[in-house]
């Protein structure tokens, strides 16, 4: 995802690239899009958010899509990526990650991925990014969650197949509901599908 930044920076000639103000720059961005959808994001905005000349944005980033792929791919990954939750039970570190504070917690995250949510259905390479740096990043999480409440007799018997497609559970109804409703996600949505979906699948008997 990092590719058509570093090569579009590298691809232009002139005095060299300033990087100083990046972290400014894509933290802005990030606001920005806390605030409004894609759509409505402007590179006037982010200059005036961060107080630099527009043309100093255009040198870093020649188009508002590839500082936008910048901002997310800057955000990096969520702590629990790292260390998972270890709450005493399936549900609590299902929860945990939900409530990471990541993006600045659940409901700002939200905001932000609703906000580009239409703008990854008319751009492949936005959707692509989501998807390798948000999406698959939580699966994993999820899966790894699920393996190890398996490895703990935490969940039915039988129910291990089950796991690779219910960690996706979780991510793909948070997508459907983005680019399928105007009602904005709520962290009680995620936790009717922790407790509506995910939970009584893996503790239904095998046929």
Partial sequence: M?????????????????????????????????ERDYEHLTMDEVAARTGKAKTTLYRRWATKEELVLAAIAAAGLSSEAESLPDLGSLRADLLAVIDSDWLGGPVRRMTIFA???????????????????????????????????????QIGEGASNRIPLLAAVIPAMST????????????????????????????AAAP
């Fill in 2 to 34: 990092n590719t058509a930044s570093t090569l579009s920076a590298a691809g232009r000639t002139g005095r060299p690239v300033d990087r100083s103000s990046d972290s400014l720059i894509l933290e802005s961005t990030l606001e920005l899009l806390a």
């Fill in 115 to 153: 906000n580009l949510a239409s703008a990854t259905r008319s751009s492949r390479t936005l959707a692509a990014a989501i998807r390798s740096d948000v999406t698959e990043p939580y699966v994993d999480i999820y899966r790894r969650l699920l393996d190890r409440a398996a490895e703990r007799g």
């Fill in 176 to 203: 459907h509901r983005m680019n399928s409703s105007s009602e904005p996600l709520s962290r009680d949505f995620f936790v009717s599908v922790v407790d509506d979906v995910v939970l009584p699948a893996l503790s």
